[in-house]
């Protein structure tokens, strides 16, 4: 089946800091999606992709669509606290294929 | 967008019991997804809950386990049945609207 390999696992960083994750596949996706979820909540959808290459912004979240439409990545620049959280990447063609997550940590 | 309601939050379980979640949607959606995730973990698909007919389960989930209805566009159930501790668990239901899918808060099932 489909899979996602996310990475980092985990980031720990300064608050300030700029911050890069990515995923990739041997799959081909249409659709790209980046998820936030905090404790006790559910996933948040933050920046979705459409179209090999494709860039987009989100404040200082930015996000890309690769163009082989096999991975995908996320910048967060100029990290603050309330970026802390767990980060999901998703690639979809009809249904939703989820990476392993990656958990940002940010020290004060 | 779409907002997602779930109803309950969360809740504790003997074993043997049932419990059946609730899923509202604040508009007509066009696909409705149920997840369970592991605290810390990633989520997995559990089933599409599909308008007036059967749900369309992904391997290792059976409906006899899970039964899924949706009666119409905006709402839809999950239930848990025959619980064992191993069914402790965060379970989301999202629906999309487009290519986008939207999530409810989640229910934490304790199963003890």
């Known amino acids: 089946g489909q899979q996602l390999n996310q990475s980092p696992q985990s980031m720990f960083i300064q608050e300030g800091e700029d911050v890069s994750m990515n995923c990739t596949s041997s799959?081909?996706?249409?659709?790209w999606l980046w998820y936030k979820q905090d404790p006790g909540e559910g996933p948040v959808l933050l920046i979705a992709?459409?179209?090999?290459?494709e860039l987009t912004s989100n404040g200082r979240l930015t996000a890309q669509f690769g163009i082989t439409r096999k991975d995908s990545f996320l910048n967060i620049s100029a990290s603050i606290p309330s970026d802390v959280g767990i980060y999901f990447c998703?690639?979809?063609?009809?249904?939703?294929?989820f990476g392993q997550g990656t958990r940002l940590t940010i020290n004060p | 967008s779409a907002v997602i309601s779930q109803k309950p939050s969360r809740d504790i379980c003997q074993r043997g019991t049932s419990l059946t979640i609730q899923c509202q949607v604040d508009s007509q959606v066009t696909m409705m997804f149920w997840y369970r995730q592991q605290p810390g973990q990633s989520l997995t698909l559990i089933a599409t809950?599909?308008?007036?007919?059967?749900?369309?389960?992904e391997s290792g989930f059976v409906i006899d386990k899970f039964p899924i209805s949706r009666p119409n566009l905006t709402f839809s159930t999950l239930t848990v049945s025959n619980m064992s501790p191993e069914d402790s668990s965060i379970y989301l239901c999202?629906?999309?609207?487009?290519?986008?899918?939207?999530f409810g808060q989640g229910t934490r099932l304790t199963v003890v």
């Open positions: 992709l459409y179209k090999a290459g």
């Open positions: 799959s081909i996706f249409n659709t």
């Open positions: 999202s629906g999309h609207v487009g290519f986008e899918a939207f």
């Open positions: 809950a599909n308008q007036g007919s059967e749900a369309t389960y």
């Open positions: 998703a690639g979809q063609v009809q249904k939703l294929v």
